[in-house]
């Protein structure tokens, strides 16, 4: 391996050479020897640290002459540029496992800004090969100097921490716009090419998104981005859905303003184009269909993302009035209609907060024409709606301020039960009332499931004489008497009975009550969002210094506001 090893290392020193010193026409027997070394060199150094051969000078002598003169083929190019990152590479690893010298960092750094420089010129030349290396190449590179080499105790490779610059972000960014969101008919009709050009793209889409994922390049960065959210859902939703969570997760509220800027930016396109902006038109509908689904990025849990909401809020409404002067309409009060997207996941307190500053600062003028100043009304519109109570019920979905108070099913129940013993009290009275009152009580039919003798019979009743009538109607009135009592007695235990089982149930109900407010309560102590929350709003006190937001409820507060949720008149659940 070691002969092999030298055999390959000396054939590029001795080609680099000629084709340096050549003038005119490269000889094309030269070229292909240098590409071929070249070739090699690159695939054993991936696997084998290559760097005591000292092949970085010469390596980068070819790439300097291709990428400045453009006379080398595009494979020469990149096998040079592969070549010169593994050789930082394996420099870095070494360095990192044996104490390192001052002399070996300066040489180091030396190295990796040439490499880096090459590979920022290489983003502007001709050949697609070679911009798309330079790209993935320098992705690469940025995360593996970036800050996070200094942990782990290796403070003393904090001098090798690069940080890239303004122009350097703009360059890659324009590479994702130019190569990554463009249109599939680009690639032809063959269904093979365009599996393998997707899954470039999303290779270079993801490359970039990792710079913002681990704060390496500014958050703002990923507004270009986000733009493309719907439109390239999709190609790469997912992989914009997962720096948007990531990104949420480093800040929330610099993430939120971020999805502002995207939405501002889309909407300023749209005055530029148009020089207004209609409301009716696809492309504004377009923006405010973007906006809707940012919102449902922030989830369900408001109190988590309230600080990051009512900034978006205020940042949205200071873009909208801004340099506005006069009584005639801001060019950008449409915008209100994408900012009231957002109003879904602001807190019944927030809204107020909101709303009060919109009043006091931005209030439409006196005398103004209602048609100019509609998504003003419409915003503040939702900034009313659910206002008088949110305490809305999670589980049955509908709103406490249109709820009503029913009857507990066992007070129904009740009121039946006895308007239909009032009605067979009322018939028997009807049926024997006039006889009792003429004459001597006659027994009543009665529906019972005692035994009667056989020799009863109702028929006989009125057609035997007045005598034999009398006889026997002492003796069944004092038998249907008794029944009587008895049913009634038996009626008041039933409703005591009842009466005891719904005692019961409510007791039960309440200590339930109790015991799942006291969970839920003991949950959202557990939980870690307080404190994130609260610092975030230290962090970003500045940002919102023009509204005060009410603190977080109370163990007391919550308590009151959640025991509706628990109501069995709202849960549609029948007391038993």
């Keep these: 391996m070691q002969q092999v090893l030298d055999g390959v290392s000396e054939y590029p020193n001795k080609g680099v050479d000629d084709l340096l010193h050549e003038v005119g026409e490269t000889d094309e027997d030269n070229l292909y020897t240098v590409a071929s070394s070249l070739k090699r060199i690159a695939a054993l150094y991936n696997a084998h640290d290559l760097s005591r051969w000292e092949l970085f000078d010469n390596c980068y002598r070819v790439l300097e002459r291709g990428i400045d003169m453009g006379d080398l083929s595009e494979q020469i190019i990149v096998q040079a540029l592969l070549c010169v990152h593994f050789h930082i590479l394996w420099r870095l690893a070494l360095i990192s496992d044996y104490p390192v010298t001052k002399e070996q960092l300066i040489g180091l750094r030396k190295q990796r800004n040439m490499v880096l420089t090459a590979c920022q010129h290489g983003l502007s030349n001709i050949s697609s090969r070679v911009r798309e290396q330079s790209f993935t190449l320098l992705c690469d590179l940025l995360v593996i100097f ?332 004092a038998h249907s008497r008794s029944w009587l009592g008895s049913q009634n007695k038996n009626k008041q235990q039933n409703n005591q009975v009842q009466k005891n089982k719904v005692v019961k149930n409510r007791t039960r109900q309440k200590v339930r009550k109790q015991q799942l407010l006291s969970l839920m309560e003991e949950d959202g102590e557990d939980t870690d969002d307080g404190p994130m929350m609260s610092d975030a709003t230290s962090e970003h006190s500045d940002a919102n210094s023009d509204i005060n937001l009410q603190g977080p409820l109370s163990r007391r507060g919550r308590a009151g506001l959640l025991q509706d949720l628990f109501d069995s008149t709202i849960l549609d659940i029948d007391d038993f």
């Design 146 to 477: 970036s800050a996070q080499m200094t942990k782990d105790g290796n403070e003393e490779l904090r001098p090798l921490v690069f940080t890239a610059d303004v122009s350097l972000v703009s360059e890659l960014l324009s590479f994702v716009m130019d190569h990554v969101f463009v249109e599939a008919e680009e690639d032809g009709d063959d269904e093979t090419v365009k599996i393998e050009m997707l899954h470039k793209r999303r290779n270079f889409l993801a490359g970039f998104c990792k710079l913002i994922i681990y704060n390496m390049v500014d958050l703002r960065t990923a507004a270009d981005i986000f733009k493309q959210y719907m439109k390239y859902y999709n190609d790469y939703g997912d992989i914009i859905k997962e720096m948007l969570s990531k990104a949420r997760q480093i800040d929330k509220v610099e993430c939120a303003k971020t999805l502002l800027l995207s939405l501002q930016q889309l909407f300023s396109e749209l005055l530029q184009d148009q020089g207004y902006a209609d409301r009716s038109s696809v492309q504004f509908s377009a923006i405010k269909d973007l906006g809707r689904r940012f919102a449902l990025t922030f989830g369900v849990d408001l109190m988590k993302s309230r600080q990051s909401v009512v900034s978006l809020h205020l940042d949205g409404m200071k873009f909208v009035f801004q340099r506005h002067r006069g009584f005639d309409s801001p060019l950008n009060l449409p915008f209100l209609d994408v900012l009231s997207e957002f109003s879904c996941k602001l807190l019944r307190q927030d809204k107020k907060a909101v709303l009060g500053y919109l009043d006091k600062n931005y209030p439409a003028p006196l005398g103004a024409a209602p048609d100019e100043w509609l998504p003003l009304a419409s915003y503040r519109k939702s900034l009313q709606a659910r206002g008088d109570d949110d305490t809305m019920s999670m589980i049955s979905g509908k709103p406490g301020s249109l709820r009503a108070k029913r009857v507990p099913a066992t007070s129904a129940k009740r009121r039946r039960m006895e308007v239909s013993d009032a009605s067979v009290d009322g018939a028997w009275m009807h049926s024997g009332g006039s006889s009792l009152l003429g004459r001597k009580l006659t027994t009543p039919v009665l529906t019972s499931t005692l035994l009667r003798p056989s020799q009863w019979d109702t028929g006989s009743l009125h057609s035997s004489s007045d005598q034999d009538s009398e006889k026997g109607s002492e003796s069944d009135f």
